[in-house]
């Protein structure tokens, strides 16, 4: 018999409308993946990465171990370096998924009697890790750096010797706004706290991500970067020094308890990195950005939209019934944009979430906007 809790709950989730399935449908106009740059269908990077296998004698299908076992074949050591390069840091650990190195990070580095403070939107991967270590953590009202300051304020008078961890996204994956980086540095440099930035959605949206574009790479305790978004493929990165790196190396459980990625996948990620490197400075997707915004200033509708410069663009439908709706009269349309409904955002703030790409054209995202104004201006 199925348990009577876990029953009652999948009914609550019926009830409200929140209840999720996995759809597969490749039909539709993708309003809703991450393939920002659309490196996850690009053939070249499929052959390249193949070559390269193939070039270093790597016809292998599996890492066969833990990276501390078995696991470490030489292109891991490989990629790190580039890595570490590209992003101007001291050390770079790959991890199997960003839901792996935020949770590796957070569930490891905070002590006992330390201290996090992250913003209340934070990912889950994040939140879980957070929830893993034996700190305390406070969250701060959503890129609000008074809120922070007064925070900090308060940690430092109880807690001046402890350690104080601030955790934020550099762009949010359900507003796809961004927090005030610089300003974010400096107050937690007066603090002395430890600055830890997920950057997820900025990785090759933002060239090499925004800390790097705002040059403080070298003042952030920690970078979390991931692979399966504007890079197209799958892992994750932890940039930090090289004490970090040998401290997660020993201790992070979910880096140290699992089977190395195989060596397609790194071959991969090394490939999709020299294609980003090669594609910096283009401007294809901050034109597609800044069309999508002018068009819903020309229809009226930027009123709904949370502020964003990102390839996510949110528009506020509040109820999970109404979201739904309108997620459905588009996919009709063949347009898929996907329905954000709370538990996973608040209630009230259930959203569309658009994703924009580089293979958007201007008439796909005029045609999804015009049916969306209908929708909006006649609720
Ligand atoms: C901000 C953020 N961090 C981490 C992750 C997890 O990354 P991955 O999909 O590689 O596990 C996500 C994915 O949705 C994310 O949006």
Excluded: W
Excluded at 145 to 168: A, C, G, K, M, P
Excluded at 255 to 277: D, Q
């Amino acid at each position: 018999m199925f348990p009577d809790k876990l029953h009652k709950k999948l009914l609550n989730r019926i009830e409200n409308r929140s209840l999720r399935g996995l759809a597969t449908r490749d039909d539709l106009i993708d309003f809703s993946s991450n393939d920002y740059l659309g490196f996850a269908k690009s053939e070249a990077i499929f052959n390249k990465a193949h070559q390269y296998l193939l070039d270093s004698s790597l016809k292998v299908n599996g890492a066969t171990g833990s990276r501390l076992l078995s696991g470490n074949y030489s292109l891991y050591n490989e990629l790190e370096a580039k890595l570490s390069n590209y992003h101007n840091s001291e050390s770079a650990l790959l991890f199997n998924s960003g839901y792996n190195a935020n949770l590796g990070l957070f569930s490891s580095v905070p002590q006992r009697g330390d201290i996090i403070l992250y913003d209340e939107y934070a990912h889950a991967s994040i939140r879980d890790g957070i929830k893993l270590s034996n700190a305390k953590a406070y969250k701060f009202q959503h890129n609000n750096l008074d809120d922070l300051s007064s925070q900090l304020e308060r940690s430092r008078e109880f807690f001046s010797e402890n350690e104080i961890y601030v955790v934020t996204e550099s762009v949010f994956s359900m507003d796809g706004d961004s927090p005030d980086l610089k300003a974010m540095l400096q107050i937690t440099k007066k603090h002395k706290a430890h600055l830890i930035i997920d950057e997820a959605h900025a990785l090759g949206v933002f060239d090499f991500g925004l800390i790097q574009q705002l040059r403080i790479e070298k003042d952030v305790f920690a970078r979390i970067m991931t692979f399966g978004k504007a890079l197209g493929c799958h892992g994750a990165a932890i940039l930090a020094s090289n004490q970090l790196k040998k401290y997660l190396i020993n201790f992070s459980r979910p880096f140290i308890y699992t089977t190395a990625m195989t060596p397609h996948s790194l071959s991969l990620i090394k490939v999709a990195y020299n294609e980003l490197n090669s594609a910096k400075g283009d401007q294809k997707l901050e034109n597609i950005i800044q069309f999508f915004k002018s068009k819903i200033d020309e229809l009226g509708v930027s009123k709904y939209f949370i502020n964003s410069n990102s390839a996510i663009q949110s528009c506020i439908i509040s109820g999970n019934k109404e979201v739904k709706d309108i997620s459905n009269l588009l996919l009709q349309n063949s347009f898929d944009v996907k329905p954000i409904l709370s538990p996973t955002v608040p209630e009230g703030e259930e959203r569309l979430r658009f994703c924009l790409h580089i293979y958007n054209t201007k008439e796909e995202i005029t045609n999804v906007l015009e049916l969306l104004c209908n929708f909006v201006k006649t609720n």
